[in-house]
């Protein structure tokens, strides 16, 4: 077997474990709210904190792997990885669930900063957009294992463990890593006497953090108070600082040269949109398809799984084809594929026919796997290859705060109109509550499709404007 494919495998299993725990867990998530007597909003940060651990981390600990070394840093990612898998287990409450889940989101933050990076070093450049491609196959395929096996064992023996059976395979990828991975073949730099950007590590970590708190508002401050609007003071000026920080040091944790190429920009700044936009489906559509539509944890299991089935199957031919036949036109089809499935979204109900509801989530996976790999090719086409491992961590990054951003926008929408119904109650209460409240929180969940949809129209049109400005 060729050596890039041994290492693929090695990447391929960690990026199975991290995508099946998250989507076996977005499927369960209902039953941890109703589990431990906690809100929609509560609940969320199970999500959300392994969002903010991984987007603050993320470009700090991409830069650490260029001077430590990438093999080093996914070995100890799925080390964490695997210890957050055990407090999850072992929670006795919601909070030492989160604690888990920090640990856990550490390790995989560190695992997301060189997998891009470690494919990219191992395939040729013709190939570039084929081992993207690759990636988003195996985030489908754990996609596609986290929802049924996740389902099945919550039903069965309960939720707790399902992050058990993570634990094993986290253990194999450690080993097969410590055995395939040589930091010579895998383009680690291992650069000697450079300084770490210690204060642009922090100001970065620092303004992520503040503005997703800010944004989904956990303490429910009130937008009107001085206190809201001094926190985001706050966030603005570790913005500033940050800018500053890089600016003014020789070795910056971010070049931000790389903006002035205005490809690269709009891909970014694309891709940041069009994560918002489909950031909540994994988190809602479990909440939509339990409390709403009224199925069964297995039957919303089996929805979740066509979706990464979708997604896996177009990433698998997505970023091959768009090698050969350029990566804008798969980019717009899949961003406007995205934008249907939320407008589809919007006009379902209970009563409307188990196979639409189906074939809408496959849909849905069809769109992410279309335009995912591409956009990363776009993002990477007029970079110095110095920079890619870098930017292979800033586009995690990108992909997760739009997540976050997304989950967040939305959680705090539906909340706010369930509030101004007078319906401030535990989600999980919702199963024996009125038609007509249960009406209110439908609706409450369009107005989040809608603004989804909003998010992809506005990825597309930077998407076709980079292009044009870059021309």
Excluded: H
């Amino acid at each position: 077997m060729q050596y890039k494919w041994k290492v693929f495998l090695v990447i391929a299993l960690s990026l199975f474990v991290m995508v099946m725990d998250a989507s076996a867990i977005n499927v369960v998530l209902p039953q941890i709210a109703e589990d431990f007597k906690v809100s929609l909003g509560t609940v969320s940060w199970v999500t959300i904190i392994a969002g903010l651990a991984i987007s603050s981390t993320l470009l700090p600990l991409g830069k650490l792997a260029d001077l430590a070394g990438r093999r080093k840093m996914q070995i100890i990612g799925m080390a964490l990885f695997g210890i957050g898998s055990l407090i999850c287990f072992f929670s006795s409450n919601i909070s030492i669930l989160i604690s888990g889940r920090v640990v856990g989101s550490i390790g995989a933050s560190m695992l997301q900063a060189v997998t891009m990076a470690i494919v990219l070093a191992v395939f040729p450049d013709n190939e570039k957009g084929r081992g993207l491609g690759m990636i988003t196959f195996a985030v489908g395929i754990g996609g596609i294992a986290g929802p049924l096996i996740g389902s099945q064992i919550s039903e069965l023996i309960g939720w707790r463990y399902i992050f058990l059976i993570m634990f094993f395979p986290t253990i194999i990828g450690l080993s097969l890593a410590n055995f395939v991975l040589q930091d010579n073949l895998i383009g680690s730099s291992k650069k000697e006497g450079i300084n770490y950007d210690f204060k642009g590590a922090i100001y970065s970590a620092l303004f992520i953090i503040i503005i997703i708190i800010n944004i989904s508002n956990p303490f429910n401050i009130a937008y009107s108070s001085i206190l809201y609007w001094a926190i985001w003071a706050i966030c603005i000026s570790f913005m500033i600082l940050f800018i500053r920080s890089q600016k003014n040091n020789p070795e910056p944790l971010f070049n931000l040269e790389l903006f002035s190429n205005w490809r690269f920009s709009f891909a970014t700044t694309a891709r940041l949109f069009g994560f918002i936009s489909n950031g909540p489906f994994w988190f809602l559509i479990p909440f939509y398809a339990t409390i709403v539509l009224k199925y069964s944890i297995s039957l919303t299991g089996i929805l979740i799984f066509l979706n990464a089935t979708g997604m896996s199957l177009a990433g698998a031919f997505g970023g091959r084809l768009s090698d050969k036949f350029g990566t804008l036109k798969f980019i717009v089809s899949g961003l406007s594929l995205l934008t249907i499935t939320w407008i589809l979204f919007i006009f379902t109900s209970k009563e409307t026919p188990l196979i639409i509801i189906l074939s809408i989530g496959f849909l849905n996976g069809i769109s992410n796997g279309l335009w995912m790999a591409p956009n990363t090719s776009e993002t990477l086409e007029k970079i110095p290859k110095i920079y890619q491992g870098l930017i292979s961590a800033f586009n995690a990054l990108i992909r997760n705060v739009g997540s976050v951003f997304g989950i967040s926008i939305s959680t705090t929408l539906i909340t706010y109109i369930l509030i101004s119904n007078g319906l401030n109650i535990q989600i999980g209460e919702f199963k024996n509550r009125t038609d007509a409240e249960l009406l209110v929180l439908a609706n409450a969940m369009n107005y989040s499709f809608v603004l989804s949809a909003f998010f992809s129209i506005f990825a597309i049109v930077l998407s076709i404007t980079g292009r044009i400005r870059s021309n």
